[in-house]
């Protein structure tokens, strides 16, 4: 059988943030954990372009899952209230049998509490998607980033806690339980030109980072230093990179590729119909709720953020922030 494995959020969207971590860096690190944990004696296992957002895949038409047995999506829950915690696993209403997950569910209740007591029912949008191209799916909130009892948890057994999300699918679709160590394909990054002695980190540079650690101190997951990325912007000591659009301290990066060029102030780029259109700069967030509906830390309401990307309805902040909003929730200030 095949399965799919997506980690939710990214592509500009931190989704929650809590605790110094963001959800976009943790579901990538657990899917990356959860693979080659799944995959073999007879089960094939992908992991979705993980600079890709699925949900916005999956609102504009372009998420595809033809082809895959099973879509398993992973999150990480938040709330306003810091005291929320546990574990939850959702399937559509169109599922009929709820076997994989209720095992998921069961493994997961090893490490936090099991919120609702069974497997919930919510049409979320990429599994959905999913069941209407007749592939069944679930997406699993594995404990609340905002919740510190619960980090402290994942932290602590994330390596078991992949291991038991593995073993639970494959039980559930009746596989072997414990499946044969295996590592999961390496994909290299093309190596680039060594860059000439004495280059700089200028824009469009390519450069590996050295640290998990961002330019505010936010904990990253370690998939980040296995990378490289182009640079897209480059203020004193401060350097963004493209793909993961964030930004670190210089002295953090290994430059790998010079860009050619000393690094001049970024143009406002002239809008064509396939680029988002920024017309405000700034904007202040009036609810903690990100654009697809996950609570945030309610320290980020009445704050100013610069606006990155505008695409309808759907505003990503910066400043750290990194996340898509409803443009209903927020204010433009500037």
């Given at each position: 059988?095949?399965?799919?494995?997506?980690?939710?959020?990214?592509?500009?969207?931190s989704?929650?943030?809590?605790?110094?971590?963001r959800?976009?860096?943790?579901?990538r690190e657990?899917?990356?954990l959860?693979?080659p944990?799944?995959?073999?004696d007879?089960?094939?296992?992908a992991?979705?372009d993980?600079?890709?957002?699925?949900y916005?895949?999956?609102q504009n038409?372009t998420l595809d899952?033809?082809?895959?047995?099973?879509?398993f999506?992973?999150h990480?829950?938040?709330?306003n209230d810091?005291?929320?915690?546990g574990?939850?696993?959702?399937v559509t209403t169109?599922?009929k049998e709820v076997?994989?997950e209720a095992?998921?569910?069961?493994?997961l209740?090893?490490?936090?509490?099991?919120?609702?007591?069974?497997?919930?029912v919510?049409?979320?949008s990429v599994?959905t998607t999913?069941?209407?191209?007749?592939?069944?799916?679930?997406l699993?909130?594995?404990c609340?980033?905002?919740?510190?009892?619960?980090m402290?948890k994942y932290?602590?057994?994330?390596?078991a806690?992949?291991?038991?999300?593995?073993q639970?699918i494959?039980?559930g679709?009746g596989?072997s339980?414990?499946a044969?160590?295996?590592k999961?394909?390496v994909?290299?990054?093309?190596?680039?030109?060594?860059?000439?002695?004495g280059?700089t980190?200028?824009?469009g540079?390519?450069v590996?980072p050295?640290?998990?650690t961002?330019?505010n101190?936010?904990h990253?997951a370690?998939?980040?230093?296995?990378?490289?990325?182009?640079v897209?912007?480059?203020k004193?000591?401060r350097v963004?990179l493209?793909?993961?659009n964030?930004?670190?301290?210089?002295?953090?990066?290994?430059l790998v590729?010079?860009g050619?060029s000393?690094?001049t102030?970024?143009?406002?780029?002239t809008p064509?119909?396939s680029?988002?259109t920024?017309?405000?700069?700034?904007a202040r967030?009036n609810?903690a709720?990100s654009y697809?509906?996950?609570?945030l830390?309610s320290?980020?309401?009445?704050k100013?953020y610069?606006v990155?990307?505008?695409r309808?309805?759907?505003?990503?902040l910066?400043g750290?922030?990194?996340?898509?909003?409803?443009?209903?929730d927020?204010?433009?200030?500037?």
């Amino acid at each position: 059988m095949k399965i799919l494995l997506i980690a939710g959020h990214g592509a500009g969207d931190s989704g929650a943030l809590g605790n110094g971590y963001r959800e976009a860096d943790l579901t990538r690190e657990l899917v990356g954990l959860i693979a080659p944990k799944l995959r073999g004696d007879g089960v094939t296992v992908a992991v979705r372009d993980i600079t890709r957002n699925a949900y916005a895949d999956a609102q504009n038409g372009t998420l595809d899952v033809l082809g895959y047995d099973y879509v398993f999506e992973v999150h990480f829950n938040a709330f306003n209230d810091a005291a929320a915690h546990g574990t939850e696993i959702y399937v559509t209403t169109l599922e009929k049998e709820v076997t994989v997950e209720a095992n998921v569910l069961k493994a997961l209740g090893k490490y936090f509490t099991v919120r609702g007591g069974g497997v919930k029912v919510t049409n979320f949008s990429v599994i959905t998607t999913a069941k209407n191209q007749g592939v069944s799916s679930a997406l699993v909130e594995t404990c609340f980033i905002t919740n510190k009892a619960d980090m402290d948890k994942y932290q602590a057994n994330k390596v078991a806690i992949a291991n038991d999300i593995a073993q639970a699918i494959r039980a559930g679709f009746g596989v072997s339980a414990t499946a044969p160590a295996e590592k999961p394909p390496v994909v290299e990054a093309p190596k680039p030109s060594t860059p000439p002695t004495g280059a700089t980190i200028v824009v469009g540079s390519k450069v590996q980072p050295k640290t998990t650690t961002d330019y505010n101190g936010t904990h990253l997951a370690a998939f980040v230093t296995q990378n490289v990325y182009q640079v897209v912007e480059v203020k004193g000591d401060r350097v963004v990179l493209a793909q993961i659009n964030t930004a670190f301290k210089m002295s953090d990066l290994k430059l790998v590729a010079d860009g050619g060029s000393a690094p001049t102030p970024t143009p406002t780029p002239t809008p064509t119909p396939s680029q988002p259109t920024i017309k405000r700069t700034h904007a202040r967030v009036n609810r903690a709720v990100s654009y697809d509906g996950v609570g945030l830390i309610s320290s980020i309401v009445g704050k100013e953020y610069p606006v990155i990307e505008i695409r309808g309805n759907r505003i990503v902040l910066g400043g750290g922030l990194n996340t898509a909003f409803n443009v209903a929730d927020i204010t433009y200030t500037r």
